[in-house]
């Protein structure tokens, strides 16, 4: 383990994300007295801009920035400062923590900023779709809806998920897709398609077995039927796919069209109907901070 004496840090807090109610300004302030290091803490407007991010970070400029907040905050911030070489640091503040889970990061405040001081930087990933920026994890169709529907309650958390996934599950249509990959071109009816660049959902549920948010790729995951054991094996037993349900395959990038328009949602937040959707992996374009290897 090693600190970094004498570095500027910046924080960016949205106090809109999430519904837990750690007091982030104080909490940051409390863990950085007495350790030399310069802190400014910047609160996020809602909505917030990434012109706003770019004003701060040239304002005061940083050896690091933190994101404070959940996937939505970390994107932001994310797009704010892609291939700007500037280490990115995440304390989860969200609803739904799905990069922090998959990067090894506890929603423990404490134990949180002990890596974002003694963590590595490792460069990684991510993908762009239809110009939209993909951190974690995309898809449409099934999940997508899913979303859409999720949005409109009030209470979040893996229960108010199933039981969107239950409204949904009698709803939603199969789809008939063209899927052209790097090596092949297929088609397939698929209940949903799913891109990507993790391992899981927010909700913990396990999507991608094979996925490295460092190798260049990112996984393209057709599910062509969705059973409620299919459910029950991403969300809580994580065993292995049916294969003549799940089908999986690795790319560096992807075009895809769908017969009819489909739902269609990029790391947990719904963006409409689509007929077709294009991919590529931005390998290497962001330094994120991660828990220093044991």
């Not at 007495?34 to 400029?61: A, G």
């Not at 309650?153 to 897709?177: C, D, P, Q, T």
């Not at 549920?205 to 057709?222: H, M, Q, T």
């Given at each position: ?14 106090s ?10 104080q909490?940051i302030?409390q ?11 910047y ?7 990434r ?8 304002k ?36 739904a ?25 490792n460069?990684?990933?991510?993908i ?21 529907t ?40 698929a209940?949903?398609?799913v ?19 460092d190798?260049?790729?990112?996984e ?8 409620f ?46 007929y ?16 220093a290897?044991?």
């Amino acid at each position: 383990m090693h600190t970094n004496p004498h570095l500027k840090l910046l924080f960016f807090i949205n106090s809109a994300a999430g519904n837990n109610n750690t007091d982030w300004e104080q909490t940051i302030l409390q863990y950085f007295n007495n350790k030399p290091y310069t802190i400014v803490i910047y609160h996020l407007s809602n909505p917030c801009t990434r012109e706003q991010i770019q004003e701060q970070i040239k304002k005061h400029t940083p050896n690091r920035v933190i994101a404070v907040g959940g996937d939505g905050t970390l994107k932001l911030v994310t797009e704010s400062i892609m291939n700007s070489g500037l280490p990115l640091g995440l304390l989860p503040a969200g609803s739904a923590n799905g990069m922090a889970k998959e990067l090894g990061i506890p929603t423990d405040a404490e134990k949180a900023l002990d890596i974002i001081t003694q963590g590595h930087i490792n460069k990684i990933d991510l993908i762009s779709i239809n110009k939209e920026l993909c951190i974690h994890l995309s898809d449409i169709g099934f999940n997508a809806f899913v979303v859409k529907t999720f949005e409109t309650f009030n209470k979040r958390g893996m229960w108010s998920y199933i039981k969107a996934a239950l409204r949904v599950l009698f709803r939603h249509r199969h789809m008939e897709v063209t899927i052209a990959g790097d090596k092949k071109t297929i088609k397939r009816k698929a209940a949903m398609v799913v891109i990507a660049n993790a391992t899981k959902y927010g909700t913990g549920a396990v999507i991608n077995p094979n996925g490295k948010l460092d190798d260049g790729l990112f996984e393209i995951i057709v599910i062509k039927k969705i059973s409620f054991s299919e459910i029950v094996k991403m969300m809580i037993t994580h065993k292995d796919f049916d294969p003549r349900k799940t089908e999986l395959f690795t790319t560096s990038g992807v075009e895809m069209r769908s017969k009819h328009h489909v739902h269609f949602q990029v790391d947990g937040e719904y963006l409409g109907k689509i007929y077709s959707l294009k991919a590529a992996c931005l390998p290497g374009v962001l330094q994120m901070i991660v828990p220093a290897s044991e």
